[in-house]
């Protein structure tokens, strides 16, 4: 039963170390393509930030009304957009933004699960 746990404890670590390693390749890319971009996006309402392009992906946080964050890329069909705010990056519905400039979109993204 012992190295039943051992075992479990250390895939545990072991994802949570890959995870880790992940994530600051993840920002650079956000941060850069950020500034190629120039596109920021207001809130109209109160818009939860998602961990994909979708209603269905799960909320990773709240951004409030009448707040301007860097818009990041977009989703294929344009419906979703991935933007950084208060230290985070995820999916908002574009169309509960306003988007400046207008003239020109973010790149797409794919997005991977």
Same mark, same amino acid.
């Given at each position: 039963?012992?190295?039943?746990? =051992?075992?479990?404890?250390?895939?545990?670590?072991?994802?949570?170390?890959?995870?880790?390693?992940?994530?600051?390749?993840?920002?650079?890319?956000?941060?850069? /393509?950020?500034? +190629?971009?120039?596109?920021? #996006?207001?809130?109209? /309402?109160?818009?939860?930030?998602?961990?994909?392009?979708?209603?269905?992906?799960? +909320?990773?946080?709240?951004?409030?009304? #009448?707040?301007?964050?860097?818009?990041?890329?977009?989703?294929?069909?344009?419906?979703?957009? =991935? /933007?950084?705010?208060?230290?985070? +990056?995820g999916w908002s519905a574009a169309w509960f933004m306003t988007m400046t400039p207008r003239r020109?979109?973010?790149?797409?993204?794919?997005?991977?699960?």
């Amino acid at each position: 039963m012992k190295n039943h746990r =051992f075992d479990r404890l250390a895939r545990l670590l072991a994802l949570v170390l890959a995870i880790g390693l992940m994530l600051p390749a993840t920002a650079a890319r956000a941060e850069t /393509v950020s500034a +190629q971009t120039g596109v920021t #996006g207001t809130t109209t /309402v109160y818009l939860r930030m998602r961990s994909g392009p979708g209603t269905t992906y799960l +909320q990773l946080g709240l951004i409030p009304t #009448g707040r301007t964050v860097p818009v990041v890329g977009r989703s294929a069909d344009s419906q979703w957009v =991935f /933007v950084q705010y208060n230290g985070l +990056q995820g999916w908002s519905a574009a169309w509960f933004m306003t988007m400046t400039p207008r003239r020109r979109p973010p790149p797409a993204w794919r997005h991977e699960n």
